[in-house]
Each structure stands twice: as C-alpha cells, then as structure tokens.
C-alpha cells in the first residue's frame, strides 16, 4: 500500500516516513521546503531518509520524484498548486493520506496570516478535492489541541466544544475539521483528524520551546518564560504520536464512521517548570530566566482525554518527560556537537 505523507521534511512527516518504511509500507513523501525554520534542518532530515539535497531542491514540476529505494520517493511541490497536485495523483497509485503539511506557529500567525489560509486552508482543499476525485480509501490529517482555544473544562475532550479560537493557526485547524466533515458526508471520504498535543523530540523546529529552552542554555543565554512560568501543557514526545498516526492508518476503515476526530496526546499536564527543570537536569545546567507575560494566542493549560484513541486503537501515549526531554537534548547535542 503506499501513503502520501504531505510535510515529509516537517518535524512529525520525517519521524513518521521512517516508521512507515520500516512497517513495509511504500511512502511518498511531499514537501515545500519553506524557510519558515531553518531549511538545512528539513535537508538533513530528508538525507536520514536516503534524499540527497540536490535532489530535494528540485521542484517537481512533472511530479517525477528522488527516489531512495523502491519504497521512498520524495517530491517538492507546494500543497495549493492546483496543477501539479492532481497530476501527482494521477500518476502515483495512492491508497492513503497523511497530511502533515501546514504552516505551524501561534505567534507566526500574528504576523503573517496569508501563509497560513495559503496553506492551511487552500492546500487543505486542493487535497480534499484530490482524494475525492483518486477514490483515496482513507485521509489522515493533522489538526491541534489549539482548536480548544478558550475551553475551560479540564481534560480535552473532542465531545467539547471548540467554537473559540484564539489564534489563525487554530482557526485554520478547526476549519480542516469542518472541511474534512463536509467531504466525508458529501462523498463517503473516510476522514481521521488528530488533534496534536505539544509534540517535542529529536530533530524538532527550532521554534519550538524546548529547542529554544536548550539552545539558550547551552549557549548561557536567559530563556523566556512566558506567563511567569505559569503554563501547564500535554508534553507528546514524538514517537508517541506517529506510533499513533501509524496504527490509525493501519487499520481499515470499513467498519467505522466515515468521519473521526482523536486526541493524541500524553493525558498529562506538566507544569512548565517542571519540563525546564528536566532540561536543566540533562543538559547539566541552570537556567538564567526571563519571566515574561502571557502571550498573544497562546492558553495557560492543555491536557488530552485520549479515551477514545484507547477505545478504538488500544493505545495511550506514556513516554514520561524525562525520557523524551533525555532524547531531545541527547540529539542536540549530537547534532550541533556540543557537550
């Protein structure tokens, strides 16, 4: 069976590609290559895959792919072309699809709103609008504990409401959901959106907080703590989530709703200091702290009623944080050579 994973440079789509090749599948992996982080990052996570940089670099515009084996083609296309795309399918037996690709970032949607309705929203429907037209037997799509938004009932639950975002990031997210309801009730296109809860591990954006948390203590810079410390959040390490993703794309889909929603998540919420205090503890060091406000988007809590994804998959993610926090700085300091 071969999967297109959309965002296969991305944090989660590289772990996942590699899970999925090495459960036998056959993997297409799709991917911009934007500068929103660093680029090197995408092209070494790519190159872990067996794609070399010179053949990364290639816009694919006639959706001739680098292959690694016969189990891994890369392309780079960006997800809206509404040319290219369908062409892709067209020419690629595609039985299932992971989309991971998205313009991430709460603050970033502050500042640059068009990326995230280019992405997030027209992508997303020049993808629906191909697994309807290629008959593809089951999308898989993330979406984020950030459509809880304002939602003060504590754990998540997708039974809740999510009627209040409070970023475009969200807002695009929740929009998926609605779009992936419509097309899996207009034309029995089977639909799972996954709900991420705080996702952190080896080969992480650089955006992310424990890479800036590290980065700056490594380096004797203050690391900014937002809301005075204050924050409590589901920490999902990242092979917790794609062995998620993969069981759910696993099993068949004949005997279920045509549309679902799951959190994936750790059904745990950590104090931020704590998750500091686990850095420092690996790392070896104190950190210098900058005690900051909320800020903009963001919420003071998240934790994930996972009991559905345990009902019907018979998983719960457990990785405790600190054996995911021991991974992350374990490969930082691998990968930028320090000690």
Same mark, same amino acid.
Request: glycine letters at 6%.
């Given at each position: 069976m071969k999967?297109?994973?959309t965002?296969?440079?991305?944090f989660?789509?590289?772990?996942?590609?590699e899970?999925?090749?090495?459960?036998?599948?056959?993997?297409?992996?799709?991917d911009?290559?934007?500068d929103?982080? !660093?680029?090197?990052?995408?092209?070494?996570?790519?190159?872990?895959l067996?794609?070399?940089?010179?053949?990364?670099?290639?816009?694919?515009?006639?959706?001739?792919? !680098?292959?690694?084996t016969?189990?891994?083609?890369?392309?780079?296309?960006n997800l809206e072309?509404?040319?290219?795309?369908?062409?892709l399918f067209?020419? !690629?037996?595609?039985?299932?699809v992971?989309?991971?690709?998205?313009?991430?970032? =709460?603050r970033y949607?502050l500042?640059?709103?068009?990326?995230?309705?280019?992405?997030?929203?027209?992508?997303f429907?020049?993808?629906?609008?191909?697994?309807?037209?290629?008959?593809?037997?089951?999308? =898989?799509?993330?979406?984020s504990s950030s459509?809880?938004?304002?939602?003060?009932?504590? %754990?998540?639950?997708t039974?809740?409401?999510?009627?209040?975002p409070?970023?475009l990031y969200?807002a695009?997210?929740k929009?998926n959901?609605?779009?992936?309801?419509?097309?899996?009730?207009?034309?029995d296109?089977?639909t799972?959106?996954l709900?991420?809860?705080?996702?952190?591990? %080896?080969?992480?954006?650089?955006?992310?907080?424990i890479?800036?948390f590290t980065?700056?203590?490594m380096?004797d810079r203050p690391?900014? =703590?937002?809301?005075?410390?204050?924050m409590?959040?589901?920490?999902?390490?990242?092979?917790?989530i794609?062995?998620?993703?993969?069981?759910?794309i696993e099993?068949? =889909?004949?005997?279920r709703k045509?549309?679902e929603?799951?959190?994936?998540?750790?059904?745990?919420?950590?104090?931020l200091?704590e998750f500091?205090?686990?850095?420092?503890?690996h790392i070896?060091?104190?950190?210098?702290?900058?005690?900051?406000?909320?800020q %903009?988007?963001?919420?003071?809590?998240t934790?994930?009623?996972v009991?559905?994804?345990i009902?019907?998959?018979d998983?719960? %993610?457990?990785?405790?944080v600190?054996?995911?926090?021991?991974?992350f700085?374990?490969w930082?300091?691998q990968?930028?050579?320090?000690?």
């Amino acid at each position: 069976m071969k999967i297109l994973v959309t965002g296969a440079a991305g944090f989660i789509g590289y772990h996942l590609c590699e899970a999925l090749l090495k459960r036998g599948f056959e993997v297409l992996g799709l991917d911009n290559l934007n500068d929103y982080y !660093s680029v090197d990052l995408k092209f070494d996570r790519l190159k872990q895959l067996g794609i070399s940089r010179k053949d990364a670099e290639i816009f694919n515009e006639a959706c001739s792919g !680098s292959k690694h084996t016969d189990k891994f083609t890369f392309v780079r296309m960006n997800l809206e072309d509404r040319k290219a795309l369908p062409r892709l399918f067209e020419q !690629s037996t595609i039985a299932v699809v992971c989309n991971l690709a998205a313009q991430a970032g =709460v603050r970033y949607s502050l500042e640059n709103p068009e990326t995230y309705i280019d992405s997030n929203i027209v992508g997303f429907l020049n993808l629906l609008e191909c697994c309807r037209n290629f008959k593809i037997k089951h999308l =898989v799509y993330a979406s984020s504990s950030s459509v809880y938004g304002l939602t003060e009932k504590i %754990p998540f639950s997708t039974e809740d409401n999510v009627d209040h975002p409070i970023s475009l990031y969200a807002a695009s997210k929740k929009s998926n959901e609605l779009m992936a309801h419509t097309y899996s009730h207009l034309f029995d296109l089977p639909t799972t959106g996954l709900r991420f809860f705080t996702v952190y591990g %080896p080969w992480g954006r650089p955006d992310m907080a424990i890479f800036l948390f590290t980065d700056a203590i490594m380096n004797d810079r203050p690391i900014q =703590v937002f809301n005075h410390g204050k924050m409590e959040r589901d920490f999902t390490f990242v092979d917790d989530i794609v062995e998620g993703v993969a069981r759910i794309i696993e099993k068949p =889909v004949t005997d279920r709703k045509p549309y679902e929603i799951y959190n994936i998540g750790n059904n745990n919420a950590v104090k931020l200091s704590e998750f500091i205090e686990a850095i420092e503890h690996h790392i070896g060091k104190k950190a210098e702290k900058e005690m900051l406000p909320m800020q %903009p988007g963001d919420v003071a809590r998240t934790w994930a009623n996972v009991d559905s994804l345990i009902a019907d998959y018979d998983y719960r %993610p457990n990785t405790s944080v600190n054996d995911g926090v021991r991974a992350f700085v374990a490969w930082y300091q691998q990968y930028y050579k320090r000690n």
